[in-house]
């Protein structure tokens, strides 16, 4: 099983440039989740994903969007970037929403200039 | 304030060291409660859950202290395959996950 999967890995875009993340997981779980992480924080939830068709905005979602394509993919894109989006973005799933083991991806390292 | 708080370390310990730490959080309504371990430039994996009893999963022993609202993580016999960054995370009310920023552990030969 691969698990949780994300592209690209490193990424560097210039301020007002568009991009998205993809994710995919393939342990059949109903909600996924993006987050980001930064030097000194803990991680925070930008936007999730309960259950196939639904989405729902996080802690930080200003500056995104995100795409429930259907119950492996879970796609998050940045309109419009700008250097405070600097960040490691990981893709994380769980079998539902609520106390359950949430699975990471490796991750995506993006620099905004 | 920070809704979960960890000491950011590092913790320089020798090999074979008990280590501990602890994680304050501050809604009481906090209901559940996770370590989690990062490696260096990967992504966080699940260590343990903590749960009211406390509970132990080998060197690894977490307690939990509703009344001082804190949770806490001990390893024993440290290796080290154990330096990492250990995450503390608590689930609201909401069943959103609240992380510590994390607390660094470097295990020395």
């Known amino acids: 099983n691969a698990g949780v999967t994300q592209t690209p890995k490193f990424q560097v875009l210039k301020t007002g440039q568009s991009m998205t993340l993809q994710c995919a997981q393939d342990?059949?779980?109903?909600?996924m989740y993006w987050y980001r992480q930064d030097p000194g924080m803990g991680l925070r939830l930008i936007y999730y994903s309960a259950s196939e068709g639904t989405t729902d905005k996080g802690e930080v979602p200003n500056g995104y969007n995100v795409s429930r394509l259907n119950k492996r993919e879970f796609s998050l894109r940045l309109e419009s970037a700008a250097p405070s989006q600097t960040s490691v973005y990981f893709c994380a799933s769980s079998a539902q929403r609520g106390t359950y083991e949430q699975y990471f991806g490796p991750g995506t390292r993006l620099t905004v200039t | 304030r920070k809704e979960v708080e960890q000491d950011p370390g590092p913790f320089n310990v020798p090999e074979g060291a008990t280590v501990a730490f602890n994680c304050t959080y501050s809604n009481s309504a906090s209901q559940s409660f996770f370590w989690y371990r990062q490696d260096c430039r990967k992504e966080p994996k699940l260590l343990m859950s903590?749960?009211?009893?406390?509970n132990e999963d080998g060197r690894f022993t977490a307690q939990l202290n509703r009344a001082s609202q804190y949770i806490s993580l001990l390893i024993r016999d440290s290796k080290l395959s154990d330096s990492a960054t250990y995450l503390c995370v608590a689930h609201d009310s909401n069943y959103q996950l609240i992380w510590g920023a994390g607390t660094k552990l470097i295990i020395k030969p």
């Open positions: 903590v749960y009211s009893s406390g």
């Open positions: 342990m059949n779980h109903n909600s």
